[in-house]
């Protein structure tokens, strides 16, 4: 058995034998001509999707700063990046709100507050403060905790 020679491809780094390399860069360009066409055919739908995301971010952004007390950041701790930001329900009802109102993510939450001229009982949290409050008010969301513990 001989020593095979391997060059680095320079597209995608891996290490091609040498005798390989030329089907290899063939393959290469077959992949980029049906990246081409499949963007072609797809690029109204990707500019309905980037249009819709900066559509829900703007909200995400407009309601947060709304119950921010007009920033865009946590009332507790003054956390701003609007990945960790949430809305909270400050009397702890969530849960039943999302049932009432069938919410399956959290965007359709903030469509909700903006249609609803923003109604009062809602904060904005991030995550950690979020996560303490419902821990030190024992806002659980679990069927089998019943009570409250003591």
Partial sequence: MRNKKFVECSKCGKYIPIDE????????????????????????????????????????????????????????????????LTVDHVNGNGSNHRKENKY??????YEWLKKNKFPLN?????????????QENHEYTNKHIKEKPK
């Fill in 122 to 134: 809602y904060q904005t949290l991030c995550m950690n403060c979020q996560l303490i409050k419902r």
């Fill in 21 to 84: 390399l030329a089907n290899h860069s063939k393959w290469h360009s077959e992949q980029e001509s049906s990246i081409d066409e499949n963007n072609t055919k797809n690029l109204k739908i990707v500019k309905i999707l980037e249009k819709s995301r900066l559509r829900r971010i703007r909200i995400k952004i407009e309601v947060m700063t709304h119950y921010g007390n007009g920033k865009c950041a946590c009332v507790k701790c003054g956390f701003s990046d609007i990945i960790a």
């Fill in 104 to 109: 399956v993510r959290g965007n359709h939450i």
